[in-house]
């Protein structure tokens, strides 16, 4: 967790002054306070909206020192945060904050206006390739703040984070105002992560290359929040937006590590008819899920809700009747999106609904488990998946603590090392999610459950399943890969990770 | 419109000093002022929200002087008010502020606590019978308020009116307190009008006769939103809910208005392919849409969205392809409900993105046309919908003014009598929707376009249309009626009119 050194650091950046440290997955104490206010518009009927992007900067009097954000929709796809920053860049405006539910590395492109001065600060969830080293360089004025996206919800509706101008990719948009994500040839599902922003920047501005001269259907998000519509040729790179399909996957270690999570899930009470769940998109969440898919076919049973991102096989399982409803703020493939435009069970989430502790209850509080991959884990059960083992930018929190929060059993599927580095240390480089919130860990080698949840190792007794202890596996680790020298890092730092409640949970080093 | 003599009795109520009187329906600058702050929450996982509403009124600190919402999707069926307002009661605790999105005959079942006290001051659309005539005794502390459906969400999102408790009505409800208007054996359709006062009522209660065990499928107020839940044996008389389905009117008289108000929007350029329009539920609005869908197959025009309440006659259309989407606020039989269940195309919508005038743009501003009814109107094209010739409270102002300020092309259609009483007045008894958004005039005797619109005059030339002046038509109303001696009416006020916009707009008189 976060040296108190760090917090008298973090403490003397302007604006800063209140930070708390981290002090429990469930110490919030929000009562009392306030959301932040929304602005108050006004547009006599038969406004036009649609303006050029030169226009609509002047008009909404952007300037030096702002905050401008952007959605990850289009993920490494994405080419409207360029456009945008560029017209920006040539009004000679600078010293600007950008606000991104995430950073891809197509958004290398950027790192001229940041090394120009465009954009000096950065919030964000993840940040990597070549805005990752300049982050690490120190090259911003303050440090970067890495958040989940329940806690970017957060920090948006408390007034945390509050947004001048937000720009959002529309894959369609008509001219009242009203844009969606699922038409267009830039389809990239929901627009989830983009809501928060578009409910209470003090404008906001979609940027579609699929303008519709007649009402949308389907509306993401509502004209009632959209001041300005501009156009362009395109949006983004298909190929990079969504991938064909998702597989599962096909590595023996990972199909075994996968085998027992489902072993271990259909053990506890959390594996009942009308269960609700989260599965990653990543290879072993999938296998997981297929495996779960065997153990509900053969019990009979159906899960009342999948929560969380989405991709083919989910939608396998909602067309087959073995998810009842889908709750989605993010779409992983094609088949994903073509589900959310056409399949009435398949409902489009906020990020804040998804995820933002600070309300009576996101999604994530629904789930009875979920299933979530780690860059790197802890005896303590901590997990880091943003940085890798040197400490370097890599990844991102994206909705890990979240999930990991709100779920009732939290497995961490992992291989115990990768390539010949440990992943399960003494202490993780860079802690994202509490091991609080972490209750079993699931590796090629064994089980083990967090000491907190004796409730759930009593369930696993006489399953036939290999338990052990976290300091066993750790040891086991050791012993395959050799015992590292713990890694030095500097005492600068160039981010803070936020933890949902807007508590520093972790520091990001310099390099 | 409002005298200022009455201005100054309304700012002497604590509270009203800044009201401003209604100077114009586009008017309004709200720019620079902000939304109301909504109350941050936080609940930890597995909190259980099914509580007694005993233990909630406890729980939630409802005390003496604050202010309780309920919405009127349940129209005559409602049980829910006085179910609520009896346990309040019994609590010892009394004036109270009623928040409704409308009060219905149903309520007069709540005189007894209007008589002892237990509420002292409302704010509604309408209110009629018991209810109305108690107000109109001057049994309030103060003036009741009576507002748009559009200003109500104005008032709430601004913070005019906070609401420290709502109370929703929910035909369907999750244990995690997700809800719906659409399933359960006491279902309304779309809950649009109590959408505001989830968002920021400080308290929000779903009462209901449809818990549900595992998470709602169709989901209209989210989980985020509602902090308890609580159950009841029945939330209302199916039969006062929703009726089975609204005939087209077979008055001679009122079709030939309808034909007339058809022929009227077909010769304007607001009838075209992918034409936005809303028609009312009364018989003549529907018999007026049914020649306008004559119209359309004739001219192979579909429209692209229909807004606003929907009946059966509007579900045809959608389902025939000739509304290809409608956004909803308010359902009015069965077939609408069961078609906001069961359609992708229908939509349902909150009131605030349906009306309220302070956004980016409320729905009603994309229609091309509307078709609205009228208790009186003026020679002034002003409309009256809520009291009748003798100033007596009957009606409400609905989303009349919303929807006549938002259209390109407003049409009243009224018979010039009713009974022996002429319609068209020199004054209206109250202005409820000022003539400034009131297009045209359709009755029996002819049709009388606003002098402000010489485009859509033009527009008629030639078509064979009875057309003529609202003097003559107010003229041969005379004529027709009988000079009738002017109303005379206290100088005693006991309710505000307010615009959407929260300026007033005229005054209810003691009777």
Redesign the interface.
Known sequence: MVDEKYMEQIRKVPGWETKQAFSGA?N????G???????????????D?VKSLDYILDAIGLKDGMTISFHHCLRNGDAVMLYVVDAIAKKGIKDLTLSASSLSKVQDCLLPYFESGVITAVDTSGARSKLGSFIQKGGLKKPAIFRTHGGRARAI??GELHIDAAFIAAPACDR??NLNGVEGKSACGSLGYAMPDAEYADH?IAVTDGLS?????Y?SI??????YVTTVDSIGDPAGIATGSIRVSKNPAELLISRYAAQVIAATPYFHD?M?FQFGSGGMAIATAGYIRQEMLKKNYTA??GVGGVSGFHVQMLKEGLI??FYDPQDFDLTAIDSLR?D??H?E?SA??YA????????????DFTVLSATEIDVDFNVNVLTDSYGKLLGAPGGHPDAA????MTLITMPLLRGRLPMLLDHVTTVVTPGESVDVLVTEYGIAVNPRRPDIAECLKGKGLTLTSIEALREKAVKLSGKASPLELSDKICGVVEYRDGSIIDVIHQL
Chains 1, 2 share one sequence.
């Open positions: 469930y919030a104490h929000p009562e306070s306030r959301m932040a206010p929304r602005p108050v518009k006004f547009f006599r009927p038969g406004t909206k509706e408390t009242f105002g906001v001269d007649i009402p949308l259907d509306v509502p004209q009632t929040q959209v001041d009308n609700v009342a809700a009842k409803t056409t009435i069970k409902h989430i804040s609904a933002n502790p600070f309300s009576a209850c996101p999604y994530v509080n629904m789930l929060a709100g779920a009732q």
